[in-house]
């Protein structure tokens, strides 16, 4: 019986130790605050300095023991400058800030669109003129090439150029005046007064009420019994392991990369749902493309979106899509919705 | 045992969550995409010469395979296969179509077509279109009918067709374009009125150089044509006959000016700007009964009214802010709305023939813009910039805006331009002259 209060008492005793004395052994990291030294001056002195120069009426000199900003050769912003502050610091206009930080001109990094026939999700760049242009970027391949299996000549080709958004003239912009700094350098500001350190008030805590006792984890595991113990509402999908995030990726990539969209047209007002059916091959099974529902716009229009959706479905999987085959239960039967209201405001 | 129980239950809430986490993965039903980003290019189209199917047929079928493949490339929404690369060589009308040979070139749509010339200058174009990568024949052929000096038209019908099918949109290249044909240098230019297809080809005068003359406007019909002639001296509306070329002065009032006519939806109204002792306001004019009446009774320069499609509102321009902006009113007059908030001067709206849109000139910071706005005003969006960029009409199918653009300088002329509602497809038409105001006709019956 004595031994555990006896296990009790130690331990107590451990533990007030620690609050006493732990700080001694094991200190806990704290943030490191910065420190600049400055010197405080009087309101006369300040006042005569002021006179002084107001007498001689100098131009301001730089700073010297301000070194500029070293030359950034990286995209990584400059690092704080720790100014040195001296007595002659009056006559600077520009007196160094609070943290130290200078700030920077401000250039505006978003890529600046251009205008291209070709708007897709990922911009191309011009290709060489002398490159042919395909649906997707080849490497050239010539007789030459010794491989261990035959491989057929080819041309070099590249994607169309191509923007990510329409670019309309009013809207077309001067490279330069873009890179342009949006803002200039602004003068920084003279160090401050540690603020004075406020001690800590101990507030008196209120007493909690105590809370019924509840069991989370039990009340957690009797909730998953009960769910696995009701029958299915639903007849369950497909067995076998699902697609991954990046096999349904592939799978959407794919196919919107064949869906053109008419901006201008009433069918980008329409959205559209596309169910198919595919082949073990990952090829649409004929004529299983169907229009399961539309949202928006008149007969024609969804129409016209359902044979652009078709038109993209068909072409980008006349060769099947790269889908695993062992998965086919899961993709055997597919519903595509053609969105295309982010395309409206491009 | 606390522990052991513990352990237990954390075992066991693992566990469920593991099931809960495969049942919320396994699908039910189909697998489930969502597509929200496509591209936007031009749809790549095959179009093998139309076959000659009798001699001396040659050169129009060579002619209306141009045309139409001009027509479909001018849009910007599609791109024409360069011919070289067909592997399969239409030989017959009726052959069947080897898809696999189209689909290997990247061929979208195939328009096949032959073309009979008889002795009598009659002619007869057939043609068909084909989804290639759906292997199906997209609508039925068609086969149409006119003349040697109409073919072109009967090559704007194949191209509206193919566009039509494909697009979901109404078509536009069968119709034309009234516009201001000037020559003569800068400070003394000589203007007439003339009508062209809508490409700039088949150019036609109205009028003499005599009077100096400014914004026709076809009626819904296009069988007649409203513009404003200085030939009295002072500005007013006349009313020409396209056909006979026969034309008469409207809404003559003593001492008065008009100016900026056009067609309410109708045909029968005529709604323009009316100049009285230094101060315009809009009016309508019953064509049958010759009644006017006035709509807007305000101090300021009301002017460019447009009817919207059905009939019921008017866009007009009006300085009664302070600067010009637009505002929209009920046809019968009444309170106007203003809906042009933006930086700037704006003028010259013209109401979409779909309804949708409106389309106007803006002056901002020393630079004209051609730009459309939704008609409660939201939505503005800039489409052209320019020196001077103004006068905007739209395309029968409110697709395409026409517009005038003049060079800067001692040098400088005006010419016709046209551009697609999202921005693209900035191109000029041509014209054998400088050439101003465009007004587009509806599609030619």
């Known amino acids: 019986m004595k031994t555990g209060h006896y296990i009790s008492g130690g331990g107590h005793l451990a533990l007030i130790c620690w609050i006493l004395f732990g700080g001694l052994i094991w200190r806990s990291e704290r943030s490191e605050v910065q420190v600049t030294s400055v010197s405080i001056m009087s309101e006369a002195e300040f006042a005569a300095i002021a006179a002084a120069t107001a007498v001689v009426q100098t131009p301001p000199e730089p700073v010297e023991e301000i070194t500029p900003p070293t030359p950034v050769e990286t995209e990584t912003p400059p690092e704080p400058i720790a100014p040195e502050v001296d007595e002659t610091i009056p006559e600077t206009p520009a007196p160094p800030s609070e943290t130290g930080t200078t700030e920077q001109p401000q250039i505006d990094t978003t890529p600046i669109p251009r205008p291209a026939d070709r708007v897709a999700p990922e911009p191309v760049e011009t290709p060489e003129p002398e490159v042919e242009i395909a649906d997707v970027p080849v490497e050239a391949v010539s007789e030459t090439v010794e491989a261990e299996a035959p491989v057929e000549p080819r041309e070099e080709a590249a994607q169309e150029e191509a923007s990510t958004e329409i670019v309309t003239e009013a809207e077309q912009v001067d490279t330069l005046a873009a890179l342009a700094p949006a803002r200039s350098r602004r003068p920084t500001a003279r160090p401050s007064r540690p603020d004075p350190v406020v001690e800590p008030v101990s507030e008196p805590v209120a007493e909690a009420t105590p809370e019924p006792e509840v069991d989370p984890l039990a009340d957690l595991i009797n909730q998953a019994v009960n769910e696995a113990n009701e029958p299915a509402e639903t007849p369950r999908g497909p067995s076998g392991p699902p697609l991954t995030r990046g096999e349904r990726e592939g799978l959407r990539v794919a196919v919107s990369q064949c869906w053109n969209v008419d901006v201008g047209s009433t069918a980008a007002n329409v959205t559209v749902v596309v169910g198919m059916s595919m082949n073990r091959d990952a090829t649409v099974v004929s004529n299983s493309l169907r229009l399961v529902s539309s949202e928006g716009g008149s007969g024609r229009a969804v129409d016209t979106a359902f044979q652009a959706a078709r038109r993209a479905i068909i072409r980008c999987g006349a060769r099947g899509y790269d889908l695993p085959i062992e998965k086919y239960e899961q993709w055997r039967d597919i519903e595509i919705t053609f969105n295309p209201e982010r395309m409206r405001t491009r | ?445």
Request: aromatic share 10%; hydrophobic share 35%; proline share 7%.
């Open chain 2, 1 to 445: 045992m606390t522990f052991l129980r513990s352990l237990i239950l954390t075992l066991g809430v693992v566990v469920s969550a593991s099931v809960f986490s495969f049942a919320a993965i396994a699908q039910n039903g189909p697998l489930r995409i969502e597509i929200t980003e496509g591209v936007i290019e031009p749809l790549p189209f095959a179009l093998p010469t139309f076959m000659p199917e009798a001699a001396g047929s040659e050169e129009i079928a060579l002619g209306i395979s141009q045309v139409v493949a001009a027509d479909l490339q001018a849009t910007g929404l599609f791109r024409q296969i360069d011919p070289s690369a067909f592997i399969s060589q239409t030989s017959d009308f009726n052959s069947p179509v080897q898809y696999a040979d189209w689909r290997a070139i990247n061929a979208q749509a195939l328009i096949t077509g032959a073309v009979n010339v008889t002795s009598d200058g009659q002619v007869t174009v057939k043609f068909r279109l084909y989804d290639v990568f759906s292997g199906n024949e997209l609508g039925e052929g068609l086969r149409l009918g006119g003349t040697t000096t109409s073919w072109r038209r009967l090559a704007h019908r194949v191209a509206d067709t193919v566009y039509s099918r494909i697009t979901g949109e109404d078509p536009y290249f069968d119709s034309r374009v009234v516009f201001v044909s000037e020559t003569g240098p800068k400070n003394d230019r000589r203007k007439r009125l003339a009508i062209m297809d809508y490409d700039g080809a088949n150019v036609q005068f109205l009028t003499d150089s005599n009077a100096l003359v400014l914004n026709p406007r076809f009626s819904p019909t296009g069988d007649r044509i409203l513009y404003t002639s200085y030939e009295s001296g002072f500005p007013q509306v006349y009313l020409l006959d396209v056909g006979s070329v026969q034309r008469r002065v409207l809404a003559e009032q003593q001492g008065t000016m008009s100016f900026a006519p056009r067609f309410g939806p109708d045909g029968q109204t005529v709604v323009y700007s009316l100049s009285s002792g230094g101060n315009s306001d809009i009016y309508t004019l019953d064509l049958r009964t010759n009644q006017t009446r006035r709509l807007t009774s305000a101090p300021s320069i009301e002017t460019a009214p447009s009817f919207s499609p059905d009939g019921s509102q008017i866009v007009f321009e009006s300085d009664r802010s302070g600067s010009p902006q637009i505002y929209v009113m009920p046809a019968t007059g009444g309170e106007p709305r203003r809906i042009s908030f933006g930086e700037g001067r704006y003028g010259t709206p013209v109401w979409s023939p779909r309804g949708d849109l409106i389309a106007f000139t803006k002056q901002n910071e020393g630079r004209f813009h051609i730009g459309v706005m939704r008609t409660d005003g939201s939505e503005e969006r800039l489409l052209t910039a320019s020196f001077l960029d103004e006068g905007p009409s739209w395309s029968p199918n409110g697709r395409v805006i026409m517009f005038m653009r003049e060079t800067a300088g001692a040098g400088g002329a005006p010419a016709l331009y046209s551009v697609d509602i999202s921005g693209r497809n900035l191109r000029r038409v041509n014209t054998p002259n400088a050439a101003s105001d465009p007004a587009w006709s509806p599609l030619l019956p």
